[in-house]
């Protein structure tokens, strides 16, 4: 159908004499009650909102151009928020839920292959992140070169420093670096190095009887077996 012009009536008191086409110029409006917006013109991309009786509003701070719907201003939902693109350009997240959960996609029944965690930008410094590293089975804090958009491996260019109170651990430790700062190291199990030697406890035994391979002995206990080897020797030499 043919776009239509709309016409008024023109009066002469409250006599009609004749019609005119409508006017943007003399502010000629169709009013919301007679199935109008009550608006002379509309900007382009502008949402027009209205409360039913009065002249719609052309909203400024919300446009849509046909693929982008632009909101300015603060922005309330009440049910379920979906994005099915990439959600960019985020001052902050604050959230109420005690709960982050990642690579949610995935079924229950599906093998992961991908990488999960947090990426922090640094600009010219190098990127660092803490991730579950699929292909290690592990949880790695990283230096990368990745930016966050990578669904897959995470690129792991070196590891990231790490500074924390106190370590529990019921498994494994491996330190493939210099442990500093340590004030106490308690522990329970062997220690074993890179060279392959193991250490099973740390003795204080003066006479050395046991003869252990994975025994490490004391300062004191090698005085003492020393002193004590000593006085017999010169004991026997009489």
Do not use: C
């Amino acid at each position: 159908m043919a776009e239509k012009l709309p016409l008024k009536g023109v009066f002469s008191g409250s006599t009609v004499t004749g019609l005119a086409e409508f006017r943007s110029a003399d502010s000629d409006v169709v009013g919301v009650t007679y199935g109008g917006t009550g608006l002379a013109t509309i900007a382009a991309n502008r949402i027009v909102t209205g409360n039913g009786t009065s002249a719609m509003t052309a909203e400024a701070n919300l446009t849509f151009d046909g693929s982008t719907l632009a909101v300015t201003g603060s922005t309330t939902i009440s049910g379920d928020l979906t994005v099915q693109g990439n959600f960019t350009e985020t001052v902050k997240i604050a959230t109420e839920d005690p709960i982050i959960a990642l690579n949610t996609a995935i079924g229950s029944g599906a093998a992961n292959t991908y990488d999960s965690g947090f990426v922090t930008e640094r600009g010219s410094s190098t990127n660092v992140a803490l991730i579950w590293d699929e292909s290690e089975d592990l949880f790695n804090f990283i230096t990368t070169t990745d930016t966050g958009v990578t669904s897959g491996n995470i690129n792991v260019s070196g590891q990231a420093d790490i500074k924390t109170g106190s370590i529990t651990s019921t498994g494994n430790l491996a330190i493939s670096g210099t442990l500093t700062g340590v004030t106490n190291f308690n522990l329970t199990g062997t220690l074993q190095f890179d060279s392959g030697q193991t250490v099973s406890e740390i003795s204080d035994d003066t006479s050395l009887a046991d003869g252990a391979a994975t025994s490490l002995v004391t300062e004191n206990a090698i005085k003492a077996h020393v002193s004590a080897q000593a006085s017999a020797f010169a004991i026997a030499l009489g």
